[in-house]
């Protein structure tokens, strides 16, 4: 028995790197995943990998960018189709830029936020 049996779990992000990890360790613990990411390749990937491996319920890709609510809506409204609730959410996605800040042109600062704080806040 899995601590997450019978839970729904939307992580975006979860195409690569830790979102990725925390997709496979929620899907081992029995959760039903749904892997939401700008990533259509990758996630489709791993969303199918999962299912190979945990059954044709284990997982399912959405896209998702976070910065867009009517994308929010979409991923939403798709794992409520799919598995009829949402139980939990991991907000992962995020991006890293490098740019000491006086160097930073305001479409990257812009961009940063609207990943990292709107796309957080639409995620909640
Ligand atoms: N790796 C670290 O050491 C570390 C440390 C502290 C915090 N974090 C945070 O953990 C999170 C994951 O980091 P990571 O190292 O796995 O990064 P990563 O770049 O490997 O993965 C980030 C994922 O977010 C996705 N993403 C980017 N923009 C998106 C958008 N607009 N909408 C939806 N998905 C989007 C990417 O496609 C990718 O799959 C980030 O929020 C990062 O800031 C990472």
């Not at 939401?36 to 059954?55: N, T």
Request: aromatic share 6%.
């Amino acid at each position: 028995m899995g601590k997450l049996d019978g839970r729904v779990v939307l992580i975006s992000g979860a195409a690569r790197g830790q979102g990725e990890q925390e997709a496979r360790l929620f899907a081992a613990e029995g959760a039903r995943v749904v892997i939401a990411d700008v990533l259509d390749e990758q996630g489709e990937a791993l969303a199918e990998e999962l299912r190979g491996e945990l059954g044709k319920e284990a997982a399912r890709f959405v896209h998702l960018d976070v910065g867009r609510e009517e994308d929010w809506r979409a991923a939403v409204a798709a794992a409520k189709d799919a598995y009829g609730k949402v139980d939990g959410l991991v907000n992962n996605a995020g991006i890293l830029r490098f740019n000491e800040l006086v160097a930073t042109p305001l479409e990257e600062f812009e961009q940063v936020v609207r990943v990292n704080q709107v796309g957080a806040f639409l995620g909640i």
